[in-house]
């Protein structure tokens, strides 16, 4: 691996992050994401994870230009088909929202955690994914088992030569700069990608102290009410975990239908823990949601 000159500044700060006890697998820089990313393995109790990470801005933060570990991607070393973080169960509500999930479009792959899950749930489900990052993608096959193969682009440039259609879209799209920017021309090309009944969903994280979120997902419901369809939105209570925006064009496409969509994915798919906690806490909301 080469060492770059602050090689050990970032290997102190995954240290201090993820605690003493935790190792480093692989730390190398990712030109596309913009940023060194690293594949860090440590316990939780019982548990044991590997984390794909970064470095980016701390929003909110009273020095935003401070260096701060950002986690892209979990899996659990013991069950790798779970997603570990709870905005990723609610993104995969998505495949719950339309009838017959048979395609589906990843944009922004990472560590591969919605992949792993697909394949282990919702096996018929073939998906394309997408990634800027080739080293990103490098990590996520040596060290997060994916055994597909990506497009490697941007997703603006992959919807812009796009003519195929997918039941599910997923934007999740991250780097050391926080989200990609999205305006109105990416939210209709993402629509024009969706089959009939498809359902497009999408990660917010940090919704409640970047400012540049709610414009962005606002012009997605811009584009969706003018094509007869609307978006909502759910977070847990408090502000503090990722927001994930449906615009949901199947039968059950009203918010109300999330819990009983849920319940059904949860039998059917014979989800960890049957689903339990994904919906708990949260809230669901058809306005962009504000802290009162
Ligand atoms: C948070 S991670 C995605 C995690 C993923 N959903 C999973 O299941 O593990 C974000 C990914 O988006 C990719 N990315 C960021 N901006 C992008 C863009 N404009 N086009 C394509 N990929 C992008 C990054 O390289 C990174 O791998």
Redesign the pocket.
């Known amino acids: 691996m080469p060492t770059r000159p602050d090689d050990e500044k970032l290997r102190g700060l995954i240290a201090d992050y993820f605690g003493a006890g935790s190792r480093l697998r692989i730390l190398r820089s990712?030109p596309?994401?913009g940023a060194p990313v690293f594949a860090v393995d440590f316990d939780r109790g019982v548990r044991h994870y590997r984390t794909?990470g970064s470095f980016g801005p701390s929003f909110g933060a009273v020095n935003p230009d401070e260096l701060q570990v950002t986690e892209?991607?979990?899996m659990d070393l013991l069950y790798p088909a779970h997603l570990v973080f709870h905005y990723?169960r609610l993104?995969s509500l998505a495949f719950a929202l339309c009838e017959r999930p048979m395609t589906a479009l990843?944009?922004?792959?990472?560590?591969?955690?919605?992949?792993r899950?697909l394949r282990a749930y919702v096996p018929e489900c073939a998906p394309t994914l997408?990634?800027?990052?080739d080293s990103?993608?490098a990590i996520?096959r040596r060290w997060?088992y994916l055994g597909q193969p990506v497009v490697i682009?941007?997703?603006?440039?992959?919807l812009a030569g796009n003519t195929s259609r997918f039941d599910v879209v997923?934007v999740?799209?991250?780097?050391s700069r926080g989200?990609?920017s999205f305006d109105e021309a990416f939210w209709a090309r993402c629509v024009d990608a969706l089959a009939p009944g498809g359902c497009l969903a999408t990660?917010w994280?940090d919704f409640a102290s970047n400012r540049a979120v709610r414009p962005m997902a606002e012009a997605q419901n811009a584009v969706a009410r003018a094509r007869g369809f609307d978006t909502y939105f759910v977070t847990r209570r408090g502000f503090r975990d990722n927001l994930i925006q449906y615009l949901s064009t199947g039968d059950e496409r009203q918010p109300e239908a999330i819990t009983s969509v849920l319940e059904r994915f949860a039998r059917e798919r014979r989800l960890p823990d049957r689903g339990r906690g994904i919906l708990e806490h949260c809230i669901v909301s058809t306005g962009f949601p504000l802290e009162i």
Do not use: I
């Open positions: 990712a596309a994401f794909l892209q991607s979990s990723e993104m990843l944009l922004g792959v990472g560590g591969a955690a919605m992949w899950f997408v990634d800027a990052d990103v993608m996520a997060f682009d941007t997703a603006q440039r992959f997923l999740d799209l991250y780097d989200p990609a990660n994280a």
